[in-house]
């Protein structure tokens, strides 16, 4: 048995368009959010690899160089 309402049709029609509507914008504007923050994290994993890969490599020449240092000292003597 189907619900009775006992506003006008017009009303109904208008209010549930409405409803609709609203609710269309806010998962809209979440789904426009996601995608923003999926770019956001993917560029900031890109951004952390290479501040990582950068971190190695001057690890790695300092490395070199304190064993030269050392090398160095330990041939002056």
Same mark, same amino acid.
């Given at each position: 048995?189907?619900?009775?309402?006992?506003?006008?049709?017009?009303? +109904?029609?208008?209010?549930?368009?409405?409803?609709?509507?609203?609710?269309?914008?806010?998962?809209?504007?979440?789904?426009?959010?996601?995608?923003?923050?999926?770019?956001?994290?993917?560029?900031?994993?890109?951004?952390?690899?290479?501040?990582?890969?950068?971190?190695?490599?001057?690890?790695?020449? +300092?490395?070199?160089?304190?064993?030269?240092?050392?090398?160095?000292?330990?041939?002056?003597?």
């Amino acid at each position: 048995m189907p619900k009775q309402y006992k506003s006008s049709t017009k009303r +109904l029609v208008r209010f549930f368009e409405e409803s609709r509507d609203s609710w269309k914008s806010r998962a809209n504007n979440y789904q426009e959010e996601k995608r923003q923050m999926k770019t956001k994290i993917r560029d900031l994993e890109r951004s952390k690899e290479l501040w990582k890969n950068k971190y190695s490599n001057l690890k790695e020449e +300092l490395d070199i160089i304190k064993k030269k240092m050392k090398y160095k000292k330990k041939s002056s003597h």
